[in-house]
Each structure stands twice: as C-alpha cells, then as structure tokens.
C-alpha cells in the first residue's frame, strides 16, 4: 500500500513534483508513465526515502517512507532505472556483492564459485531462495 499526499520536490528552480497525492492500494499493480522531467523517478526515490520531499508526505506499507526500517525494505522490489551491470565484476563476484543486500536466510551452499577469481559460478539447486524473484 502507497499513500502519498500533497508531495512537493524542487531541484534548484526546477519543480520536478508538485502537490502529488496519490493513492496505491497494496496487492496492485501500477505503472508510471509520464514524458522525460515528469516526476516519476523523483517519486520513487521520494518512496524509497533515496530523496527527501520537501513537503508533504509518502506512506509506504503503513510506515512514512522517511522511516522504513530495514525489514521493510526487505519487502521492496524496487529495479533502478539504471540496468547496467558493473562492469568490473564477474557474475559469481556480483551475486556476491548482492547478497548482503538480502537479510533473509538463504543456503550459502546454493551458489558455488567454480573459479572465485574469475567469478564464474553456477547454482546447485535449481535458484537460491535468497535471490529476488524477478532475477529468476
């Protein structure tokens, strides 16, 4: 669930929102479409609490998004708009640098590196349970 009501950001003369309210209720699907400078990326980091509106307020899952704590992030999905992998890391070293990122339990012995240098790997079992579903 999503709540947010009379949100305002500007970057130096430029409003990028304007008095947005909105509601999302949860279990739903949404999308955002909008021309280039429209506000929907400010939005989301707005959500993510990435940026800080200078009025108004974002409700993410009943908590202010200025104060999601770590366990509620660990119940966002949220891809940047950014896709690009790094390109100085193997697929086995960027699985290694997400991990952290996913407090839940996983099997550490689910991914197994058959060459850590190189980072090349592959998956025991068919996917680890600690990996977002949407890499699957």
């Known amino acids: 669930m999503i709540e947010i009501t009379g949100l305002w950001k500007r970057f130096g003369r430029f409003d990028a929102i304007q008095g947005l309210s909105l509601g999302i209720p949860g279990g739903s699907a949404f999308a955002l479409i909008g021309a280039n400078r429209a506000g929907k990326t400010t939005m989301i980091k707005t959500l993510m609490n990435l940026i800080q509106p200078d009025r108004g307020s974002a409700i993410v899952m009943g908590t202010d998004s ?3 704590s770590a366990a509620d992030y660990a119940k966002i999905g ?3 708009e950014n896709q ?7 697929a086995g070293q960027f699985l290694a640098y997400l991990r952290p990122f996913y407090t839940r339990q996983h099997d550490p012995g689910s991914l197994a ?3 850590p240098a ?3 790997c592959c998956f025991k079992n068919p996917w680890p349970t600690w990996l977002p579903a949407f890499v699957k």
Request: glycine fraction near 6%.
């Open 66 to 68: 200025r104060q999601l």
């Open 78 to 80: 949220y891809v940047s």
């Open 84 to 90: 690009e992998l790094p390109e100085r890391l193997m």
């Open 113 to 115: 590196a058959a060459d």
């Open 118 to 120: 190189e980072g090349v």
